[in-house]
Nanobody
Framework: VQLQASGGGLVQAGDSLTLSCAAS????????VGWFRQAPGKGREFVVA????????YYSDSVKGRFTTARDNAKKSVYLQMSSLQPEDTAAYYC???????????????????WGQGTQVTVSS
């Protein structure tokens, strides 16, 4: 499966932004999709993951209550709605997918086999 992330941009603190991850190839509904982010000089950080049925979502503590993820399997897309953005949310955001990941690895970037290119989110204070 190929992934294409989009929707990044420059926003001010407190603003909202929605990222999209579009997939092509494969049976998308079989995949767990995760969002990760990487700030300059830092490692890749787990943000959120959503299982195929959309009923199971997993959030990092740093974004819980501010970010929401959803997926539309018919459109082969996953969305990351971000609100109350802060400068510390500034990073390149990546979507990733796995058909075989286990629950205990869902927050681990090494559990994902397919990655999209990053989309930059910059939050000014």
């Amino acid at each position: 499966v190929q992934l294409q992330a989009s929707g990044g941009g420059l926003v001010q603190a407190g603003d909202s932004l929605t990222l999209s991850c579009a997939a092509s190839g494969g049976t998308f509904s079989n995949y767990v999709v995760g969002w990760f982010r990487q700030a300059p000089g830092k490692g890749r950080e787990f943000v959120v993951a959503i299982r195929w049925n959309s009923q199971n979502t997993y959030y990092s503590d740093s974004v819980k209550g501010r970010f929401t993820t959803a997926r539309d399997n018919a459109k082969k897309s996953v969305y990351l709605q971000m609100s109350s953005l802060q400068p510390e949310d500034t990073a390149a955001y990546y979507c990733a997918a796995s058909r075989t990941i286990i629950l205990s690895s869902i927050r681990n970037e090494n559990g994902y086999q397919y990655w999209g290119q990053g989309t930059q989110v910059t939050v000014s204070s």
